[in-house]
């Protein structure tokens, strides 16, 4: 195999193990997981830190 098809496999399959774990994150802090899934999987690093920068939600009342 050519090392760059290697290298856009392996980068695909880190971005969806990105999305999975900021849409499982946003989840448990009461934020939309679809739109966290989306950025985790365009911008991985980023949303996750600001996923754990930004906190829980609180419930509106």
């Known amino acids: 195999m050519d090392q760059g098809v290697i290298v856009g496999i392996s980068g695909l399959i880190i971005s969806i193990v990105f999305a999975i774990v900021c849409a499982s994150l946003a989840g448990s802090r009461n934020r939309h997981r679809v739109v966290w899934g989306i950025l ?3 911008f991985p ?3 996750l830190i ?3 920068i930004i ?3 609180q ?3």
């Open 45 to 47: 690093i980023i949303a």
């Open 55 to 57: 906190g829980k939600k």
């Open 50 to 52: 600001v996923l754990l």
């Open 40 to 42: 985790g999987f365009f």
């Open 59 to 61: 419930p509106s009342s």
